[in-house]
């Protein structure tokens, strides 16, 4: 049975790492590059949809890890989710605390409607993710090492 859960959480936390990484590095690029307003309106679209299920998906993680580590806590890689488990933790810290409020704020606008450094907050909340995406990364490795 821990096997299984081991093997669920990485996939769990790999696939939120995949979508995190894509969005850093595929979807906002291709959303900057794009003419007039439709980029704005990409991220704000973008903002509402994965605003919605990426809060499950982090407090999953979290919770899917502190239950591999208390279950395995006797075998060995159990510091390793521990820690991976902590990053987890951090990373929905500097979610609520950094991103979130940027993406409320995104997620309203309009070209009618966002204020004048829309893009300048954009930037921002992009600096903040490039962050975040490094801190689940590491989470992620260190999930994987711990099944050695």
């Known amino acids: 049975m821990l096997s299984a859960l081991e093997v669920f959480t990485i996939v769990v936390v790999g696939v939120m790492v995949g979508v995190e990484f894509s969005v850093a590095f ?3 690029p291709i959303l900057n590059a794009l003419p007039e307003d439709s980029g704005q309106l990409g ?4 903002g509402r949809m994965l605003g919605a299920v990426m809060p499950v998906w982090y407090i999953g993680s979290v919770a899917l890890t502190a239950v591999w580590a208390v279950a395995g806590w006797h075998r ?27 993406n409320n704020r995104n997620k309203t606008w309009t070209p009618e409607n966002r204020p004048a450094d829309w893009k300048e907050q954009a930037n921002r909340w992009d600096r903040y993710h490039y962050i975040r995406v490094a801190v689940i990364i590491a989470a992620f490795a260190l999930l994987a090492a711990a099944l050695t």
């Open 26 to 28: 595929v979807i906002n």
């Open 43 to 46: 991220r704000a679209h973008g």
């Open 76 to 102: 060995p890689g159990a510091g390793l989710v521990v820690t991976a488990g902590a990053l987890l933790i951090l990373s929905v810290i500097m979610s609520l605390l950094l991103l979130v409020p940027i």
